[in-house]
């Protein structure tokens, strides 16, 4: 894609289009080899974002939120499982026992690799 953005800044005719180009450009696609777009978080409190999981749960039925496509929560859940094992080990953590057993309360899974491997296997097996 790059290559034909490239010729078509040279002036050689290619299949992309300015519609295409509008359209690659808003889902952030970068037509510069090298430039990442620049994505700004907000930052959001441990609350705010233990209410988000609240609402997940509330809408799927449980807490296991996919890290790589649950957006910002799924990396919030990643962070809190190392920090829980970080915490198991005595090593330092941002997670408290509070927040641990406020986690543990709602159904939270410290281990979701695991419990989704057995949901897995369940399948297989035709449970």
Not at 51 to 74: D, N, R, S, T
Not at 76 to 85: C, F, H, L, P, S
Not at 100 to 116: K, M, N
């Amino acid at each position: 894609m790059r290559r034909e953005y490239k010729m078509r800044q040279r002036g050689e005719h290619n299949g992309l289009t300015d519609k295409r180009i509008a359209q690659l450009e808003e889902i952030g696609f970068e037509f510069e080899r090298g430039k990442t777009p620049k994505v700004r978080y907000e930052r959001r409190s441990w609350e705010e974002r233990f209410q988000h999981l609240l609402k997940y749960k509330e809408e799927h039925g449980h807490c296991i939120v996919p890290q790589i496509a649950g957006g910002m929560l799924g990396k919030w859940v990643g962070r809190q499982r190392k920090e829980y094992n970080n915490l198991m080990k005595g090593e330092p953590s941002s997670l408290t026992h509070e927040k641990a057993l406020r986690l543990s309360s709602i159904g939270f899974c410290f281990d979701a690799s695991s419990r989704f491997r057995g949901k897995i296997r369940g399948r297989q097996n035709g449970d």
